[in-house]
Structures are given as C-alpha cells and as structure tokens.
C-alpha cells in the first residue's frame, strides 16, 4: 500500500513521520454511525498501543472522517458527524472503511454515488484496500470492484444483495471476508470481528488481542449462522412456490418428499427444483432443512426438552444427521446452542 508524509500531534515521534492514510467514509442518508465511531475508536486504540509499545511509526494509521462534503451530518436526533474532509481534498488514501447502512438500499447508493466513484478510482488508481462493514457491502458492491469476489453482509439482506449483485460471491454463514484487499464483515456489530481482523493485519496479533481486551470484544468470530433467523424468501410470485412453502413451514415435522411437493405443484422434479431455487434461493431440501433447523433453534431458547426430544420433534430421526445439519446452518451444535441462548437451562 501507499504512505504518505503526514504530521502527527505526539511527543514520541518527530512530526512528518511516515504515516499510512485511513478514509472512515461518512455516507450521506440513513448510517449506522456506531460503526464510524468504532472504526475511528478502534484504530485510534491500536495506534496509541503501537506507540506505547516502541514500534515504528510506520505502522501507524492517521485517520480522518471523509466525506463528499464536509457539511455535518445529522444521523439521529443525538448524533451529528462532521467529516474532517471532502473526497476532493484526498488525493490517495490507503484504506477506506464503508460503515453500516439502513433504509432503502436503493436510496442509499443514488445519494451516494460520487462516493461510489471515489473508491473505484482509488482502488483501480492507487491499489488502495478497501472494507466494507454490515450493509456497507452494497456500496462497495456499487463500485463493480466486487464481481467474482466474495463478500460478506447483514444476513437479513441476503436476497435483496443476491438479486442486485448476481456476480458477486455471497458468502452468508461469514462474519468476515478477504479477498485480496477487498473485505467485508456480517451483519450489526460483527463489524467490530473486522476491524480487529484488520488491525491484526497491520499491526500486529499482539496489538489486536489488546484491543481485543480492552474493548472486551471476542475475538477470532468467523460465523454469523448463529444470529441467523431463517425467513423463507416469498417476495416471488410463483404461487404454487409458495405453496409448497407453506406446506413445509407447516408440515416440517413430517417425512417431506420433494416428489410429492412437485406432484402438488402440477410439475415434473426437475422443473419443480428449478423454480424452487429461482424463487427461494434455495433448493427444497436446504428450505425443508432450514425451516427444521429453524423450529429446532426456537425449541432449544425457549423449552426444556432434551437435544433428543428436539430432534424428533423438529422432523429428524438420525441424531449424527441432525447434529451435523443443525451445526451447519446455526453454526453451533445443538448442545451449545441451547447452553447459549437458553437462560433457563444455562443456570439448571
């Protein structure tokens, strides 16, 4: 990456150190702004432990708020941000954070398209890297940068992300992405697992676990499958689709074949599991899977039963194949899934 001579207000290094740039973008419209303000805490933290420890300024990161202008920007009744400059006052820059987006995701990327522009030209131009946090990945994903990539998001977004970004290689169960400087984080506050990635990237193991600790946030996070609540996709208009939907989400303790449900639908398998996938972005067998898993997660929070009871009652009869598809989709076994987010039992 590029590194540009900037002057830095310490006492431990002599002014015009070499510094590296980082661009904490401040998107106009709807914005998580937890995700700037712990960009900029969280990298501020790692450069003050760099310093502490006697390390080469080198790795330091000098970082600034930018926006397309520098006007304030009011994103909830309590919070203005003001960037500290507009993307035509940065020539390069070395890493650019997009934080988290709300709202109409449409919306989102037509106010912010010169924003769009500018990360485009500073990665084609100036190789610069770039990071995506939470709905941030439909920004990045804006700039074309993205096609044959993969890229992590929100998990509630998946369809929607899917159908605007066919090219683009989701990857739904990760919390975090690498794919050659472009990177990508899951859903909510997983953008904290990022930028301990990143900050472990360049400073260092030691000074991420240190941040790690004092911000108290877990560290090494790859999944999100546990945070995950399967809805199946209905926004179609095949009806007879949705049928076989509501027949699943119905009838999914029951022995289900894929036959009977095409039977149903007045077609062949084949062309069944064609429209099936097309419509639902998953084929039967992963939607009557996923439903299962879904009823079995809501027995685990909520019930007393045994991992047993559970099982059967959720449409399984082979307790390896269960455990091994429950772990699957909720990225956990059922065991600790239950031990996780069933208070109840955790303290029995």
């Not at 004092?214 to 546990?226: L, T």
């Not at 027949?247 to 095409?262: F, M, R």
């Not at 149903?264 to 599991?273: G, K, P, Q």
């Not at 879904?294 to 009871?309: C, D, Q, V």
């Amino acid at each position: 990456m590029t590194s540009y001579r900037v002057d830095y207000d310490t006492n431990t290094y002599d002014l015009c150190s070499i510094m590296k740039h980082l661009s904490v973008l401040v998107p106009k419209g709807l914005v998580i702004a937890d995700t700037i303000i712990g960009t900029y805490n969280l990298f501020e933290m790692a450069n003050n432990y760099h310093r502490k420890s006697g390390q080469s300024a080198n790795g330091l990161y000098k970082i600034e708020l930018i926006g397309i202008d520098t006007a304030p920007h009011q994103f909830n009744k309590f919070l203005s941000v003001t960037p500290d400059k507009s993307i035509n006052q940065i020539e390069y820059t070395d890493l650019i954070v997009i934080p988290g987006l709300v709202g109409n995701m449409r919306e989102q990327i037509a106010l912010n398209v010169q924003l769009i522009d500018w990360m485009k030209q500073q990665r084609i131009e100036h190789n610069a890297e770039i990071a995506s946090l939470c709905r941030g990945a439909f920004l990045l994903a804006e700039t074309g940068l993205m096609q044959g990539k993969h890229c992590a998001t929100h998990w509630l977004t998946h369809d929607i992300f899917r159908e605007m970004y066919p090219k683009v290689k989701l990857i739904p169960e990760k919390v975090i992405s690498d794919d050659n400087g472009i990177y990508s984080s899951g859903g909510a506050y997983s953008f904290l697992s990022l930028l301990l990635y990143l900050i472990e990237k360049y400073y260092g193991r030691e000074t991420a676990i240190w941040c790690s600790k004092v911000a108290e946030v877990d560290f090494d996070r790859v999944d999100q499958n546990q945070f995950v609540i399967f809805n199946g996709q209905k926004d179609h208009t095949d009806n007879e689709i949705k049928s076989a939907q509501d027949y699943i989400e119905t009838h999914y303790h029951e022995k289900i074949s894929v036959e009977a449900l095409a039977e149903s639908a007045l077609t062949s398998s084949r062309n069944f599991i064609r429209r099936f996938k097309k419509a639902t972005h998953n084929t039967p067998i992963e939607y009557i899977q996923r439903v299962r898993v879904e009823a079995a997660k809501k027995k685990l929070e909520t019930s007393t039963m045994n991992i047993h009871e559970v099982m059967y009652a959720s449409g399984y009869q082979d307790d390896k194949a269960f455990r091994t598809i429950f772990k699957r989709y909720a990225g956990l076994t059922p065991l600790e899934y239950r031990n996780r987010y069933n208070r109840e039992m955790a303290y029995m």
